[in-house]
C-alpha cells in the first residue's frame, strides 16, 4: 500500500504503568498489566503486535470499492465526453429527409459520415455519397424541422442530426478539373467516357429531357465538385442550381464528409462503397488520395479514445483487489 504513516505508541516510551501491588498480583505471571482494552508487557512494548502504529506492524483495512451508483455519473459525463468529441472530428449520424437518393438511401435512413478525412485534406473523389451544407439556398422553400426536447439532446451529442443545419447528400460525379455532360436521355459522360451507373433508381434515365438544367456540358472549377442524386428525376441537384453564385458547384470546404455507413433501420444496413465505373481507365487521374486508408480511422481512433478509461478501471480494480488481501506483517504469529 505505499507508505504508511507512524503513529504515535501508547504508554510513555517505555515506562511501566505503576500502580498498587495488589493490581500487579492480578496482572497475571508474565507481569503484564491490563488497562481497559490495552495488553502490554512489563517493558511498556505492546503484546503480539497490538497497539502499534509503527510501519510494518499493521495495514490500514483496505477502501471499499465505489458503488456502481457513485460511478454512473462519472461514465455518463465521460460518455458526453467522447460522443462530442466524435460528432466534432469523427463520425456523425446523418438522416435522410427525401427520397433524392433512392434506392441507394431511403427516407428515413440513419447514415454514419466521416467527417476524419477533411482534416487531413481529404477532398471528395468521384462516386462518393457525401453531406455538404447548403451552398446557396439549395434549401429555399423547404420545410423547417421542429424537433423536441430528446431530439435536440441526440443532435447535441451527435447521435442525430441537428435540426439548425441545413444539410444534403448527393453523389459525386466530377471533382475540379472535370468536364461533364448531358445529351438527351443519356448516358452521362465524364471526360468524355460514358458512365454506366447501376445505382440509379430503377425507371429513371441517367439524363433528364427537360430545359430546366437536365441537358448540360459543365467543367468543374478546381476547389469545387459536381453532384446529383441517384433518383434523377426527383432530385433538385447541381444540375438545377446553375444559377446560383456557385453555378451548382458545391464548394469543397461545405463537404461534412462522406457517408460511409447505412446503421440504420437494421434492416438496411451496409457500407456506401464507391462503384466500379469510376474506376474505368481513361476517366481522369485519380486524385492521390488517403482517404480509403482513413475511412476506418474514426473507428480505430474511437476505441483508443475509450481505451485509456477501460485501462484505468482495469488497474483501479486490481488495486483494490490487491489491498484487500491480507498482508504479513512482523507482529502477526
Known amino acids: 500500500m505505499g507508505d504508511v504513516a507512524v503513529g504515535a505508541r501508547s504508554g510513555h516510551d517505555g515506562e511501566e504503568h505503576r ?6 498480583d492480578e496482572s497475571g505471571s508474565d507481569g503484564a498489566m491490563t ?3 490495552d495488553t502490554t508487557g512489563g517493558d511498556g512494548a505492546p503484546r503480539d503486535g497490538q497497539g502499534s502504529g509503527s510501519a510494518g506492524d499493521s495495514t490500514p483495512p483496505p477502501r ?15 460518455a458526453l465526453v467522447l460522443a462530442l468529441l466524435i460528432k466534432t472530428f469523427l463520425v456523425q449520424a446523418f438522416s435522410i429527409p427525401s427520397a433524392s437518393m433512392e434506392n441507394t438511401l431511403q427516407i428515413g435512413d440513419r447514415v454514419l459520415v466521416d467527417k476524419l478525412t477533411p482534416w487531413f485534406g481529404s477532398e471528395p473523389e468521384r462516386g462518393e455519397v ?15 424541422p421542429n424537433p423536441n426536447a430528446v431530439q435536440r439532446v441526440l443532435s447535441w451529442v ?3 442530426p441537428s435540426a439548425n443545419e441545413k444539410d444534403l447528400i448527393k453523389r459525386v ?11 438527351g436521355s443519356g448516358p452521362l459522360l465524364v471526360n468524355g467516357k460514358a458512365l454506366n451507373e447501376p445505382y440509379v433508381y430503377p425507371g429513371n434515365t441517367p439524363c433528364s429531357v427537360d430545359d430546366q438544367g437536365g441537358q448540360f456540358k459543365v467543367k468543374v472549377p478546381k476547389g469545387f465538385i459536381w453532384v446529383m442524386g441517384d ?46 465505373t469510376f ?8 486524385q492521390a488520395s488517403s482517404a480509403a486508408s482513413l475511412t476506418v480511422a474514426p473507428e480505430g481512433l474511437a476505441v483508443a479514445a475509450v481505451a485509456p478509461v477501460v485501462v484505468w478501471r482495469r488497474r483501479r480494480a486490481d488495486r483494490l483487489r490487491s489491498d484487500a488481501r491480507p498482508t504479513s506483517t512482523a507482529g502477526q504469529r
Not at 471499499?64 to 465521460?78: D, H, T
Not at 455538404?132 to 422553400?141: R, S
Open 19 to 24: 500502580g498498587n501491588p495488589a493490581e500487579a
Open 35 to 37: 488497562t481497559g482494552n
Open 64 to 78: 471499499a470499492p465505489r458503488s456502481f451508483w457513485k460511478e454512473l455519473p462519472i461514465l455518463v459525463v465521460i
Open 130 to 144: 457525401v453531406v455538404f451544407h447548403d451552398p446557396d439556398d439549395w434549401l429555399a422553400g423547404e420545410p423547417a
Open 158 to 160: 451527435g447521435l442525430m
Open 173 to 183: 460525379i466530377g471533382v475540379g478539373g472535370d468536364t461533364i455532360e448531358c445529351k
Open 231 to 276: 433518383h434523377r428525376q426527383n432530385s433538385r441537384d447541381s444540375r438545377y442550381n446553375q444559377t446560383d453564385k456557385n453555378h451548382g458547384f458545391v464548394p469543397v470546404g461545405k463537404v461534412v464528409g462522406r457517408a460511409i455507413v447505412k446503421a440504420w433501420p437494421i434492416s438496411h444496413w451496409g457500407t456506401l462503397p464507391v462503384p466500379d
Open 279 to 286: 474506376d474505368q481507365p481513361g476517366l481522369g487521374d485519380q
